[in-house]
């Protein structure tokens, strides 16, 4: 099992930063991939962004491609989310994600990730 935590959220005011941290703990070899989704009231979770832990490589949400970055840090275990530019819509609560297979393909499906953090709310006023 992989445990994961989520942490730096808050309120901020748009245009903004914010950066996003997630850590894992367990079996953590078993991780091919880390993402983030996030969620707003009555609906469903949605991709932003991907990292392959093995060689960093990282993929992104058409919505938040240029303003959002992710990466991970191998040693420490944890990914993280840079996000810039923050605007209201991106008002959510944001959940990392662990996949221990990952493909490209479906990197946007709930279903390729494993493990699921307890999200962490991003508020965004205009």
């Known amino acids: 099992q992989v445990q994961l935590v989520e942490s730096g959220g808050g309120s901020v005011q748009a245009g903004t930063s914010l950066r996003l941290s997630c850590v894992a703990s367990?079996?953590?070899?078993?991780?091919?991939?880390m993402g983030w989704f996030r969620q707003t009231p009555g609906k469903d979770q949605i991709f932003v962004a991907a990292?392959?832990?093995?060689?960093?490589?990282?993929y992104y949400a058409d919505s938040v491609k240029g303003r959002f970055s992710i990466s991970r840090d191998k040693l420490k275990r944890t990914a993280f989310l840079q996000m810039n530019g923050l605007k209201p819509d991106d008002t959510a609560v944001y959940y990392c994600?662990?996949?221990?297979?990952?493909?490209?393909?479906?990197?946007?499906?709930?279903?390729?990730?494993?493990?699921w953090g307890q999200g962490t709310q991003v508020t965004v006023s205009s």
């Open positions: 990292v392959r832990w093995t060689d960093g490589k990282d």
């Open positions: 994600a662990a996949a221990r297979r990952f493909e490209v393909a479906a990197m946007t499906w709930m279903t390729t990730y494993d493990y």
């Open positions: 367990g079996r953590t070899a078993n991780i091919d991939a």
